[in-house]
Nanobody
Framework: QVQLVESGGGLVQPGGSLRLSCAAS????????MSWYRQAPGKERELVAR????????NYGDSVKGRFTISRDNAKNTVYLQMNSLKPEDTAVYYC???????????WGQGTQVTVSS
């Protein structure tokens, strides 16, 4: 059974930091590109960050470049999102995604709420 379980969300003040984690099980984690997406109320889901299977290549949404860092630990089947200098506009539900495009496989976590507010 495929599972992606996000954790680490919560309420933080502007300028603060949070570290999200996504623990994966039920599939070969090291074969999947991993991503974080987010969706704010009334807005479409958007890509935050993506990391390649070996963790060598990363890319980020324009709004988070220089503030967020994605990483992965294939030994622990976990992907992380370090979020620094958080802004109120970062408030959203953050989702973990696993994609194996060549096999047409795409999995989502249940999401974790991040709220940036004073």
């Amino acid at each position: 059974q495929v599972q992606l379980v996000e954790s680490g969300g919560g309420l933080v003040q502007p300028g603060g930091s949070l570290r999200l984690s996504c623990a994966a099980s039920g599939f070969t984690f090291s074969s999947y590109a991993m991503s974080w997406y987010r969706q704010a109320p009334g807005k479409e889901r958007e890509l935050v960050a993506r990391i390649s299977v070996a963790g060598i290549s990363t890319n980020y949404g324009d709004s988070v470049k220089g503030r967020f860092t994605i990483s992965r630990d294939n030994a622990k089947n976990t992907v992380y999102l370090q979020m620094n200098s958080l802004k109120p506009e970062d408030t959203a539900v953050y989702y973990c995604n696993a994609a194996f495009t060549a096999a047409g496989r795409n999995y989502w976590g249940q999401g974790t709420q991040v709220t940036v507010s004073s």
